[in-house]
């Protein structure tokens, strides 16, 4: 467990104490470890990569073809403009997943994990400033995953995203919606077990309501029954 000397020694303590409360005690801070947190974006780059040298072979084919036609026959301006804004579109998207890790690296760099006595916090400072806070209402359950470097999930919802996948037999995409689940957390922190351990105690703090039981009337067939019991 954090002592309040190591919480108040680590580098994201003054941002932390702007946030929170002068009623609030903080009980628990840590950034994420950004190496760890891009581990799974790597993929996304290759993809980047072979899509933009599958982009740029269709465009150069398409420019040498044009190069060689001649001008009477060439393409009109119009459609020499709408070419030229799918390849800059191509290029953008290409482009987002190549820098995917380094994109990821700098979501990571500005973000801080706290919590106090009564609440966690999630602060976001890349690309935009965000801060995210939890009852102890909303910690729905505790889990850990990993020991050294880990994460924290105390929520999951499903959400509806739209997807691109190609149609069989076609050279054409279609969209399709999707539900997929999306975890809430504290994700590559070190050392995750104490944090955990104080989502617990957070959690437990919040009692279910006790249900009033109604008192169990005896139902009486006739009078004389009553002078049986």
């Not at 891009?38 to 073809?65: C, D, E, M, P, Q």
């Not at 050279?171 to 997929?180: A, E, H, L, S």
């Not at 957390?185 to 249900?211: H, N, W, Y």
Request: aromatic share 10%.
């Amino acid at each position: 467990m954090h002592s309040q000397t190591d919480i108040q020694n680590h580098p994201a303590y003054p941002l932390v104490q702007q946030t929170i409360s002068g009623q609030e005690t903080l009980r628990w801070v840590e950034t994420p470890d950004p190496i760890h947190a891009i581990r799974k974006t790597w993929i996304a780059s290759a993809f980047g990569l072979g899509f933009a040298g599958v982009v740029s072979y269709i465009f150069s084919h398409i420019s040498a073809i044009n190069n060689r036609t001649p001008l009477s026959m060439q393409p009109s301006m119009g459609i020499k403009v709408a070419t030229s804004l799918v390849l800059i579109v191509f290029i953008i998207v290409a482009l987002r997943f190549i820098f995917a890790p380094l994109w990821e690296y700098l979501i990571a760099k500005g973000k801080v994990y706290a919590i106090t006595d009564q609440r966690a916090i999630i602060i976001e400072q890349f690309p935009s400033y965000k801060q995210t806070s939890y009852n102890p209402s909303e910690i729905k359950f505790v889990q850990i995953r990993g020991r050294e470097i880990g994460d924290i999930i105390f929520d999951s919802k499903m959400k509806t995203v739209i997807q691109y996948e190609s149609i069989p037999g076609s050279d054409r995409q279609r969209t399709v919606r999707r539900n997929v689940r999306v975890d809430t957390g504290f994700f590559s922190i070190p050392i995750p077990s104490p944090a955990s351990e104080l989502l617990k105690q957070m959690k437990a703090s919040v009692q279910p309501p006790v249900e009033k039981q109604k008192p169990v009337r005896t139902n009486y067939t006739n009078s004389s029954d009553r002078f049986r019991q």
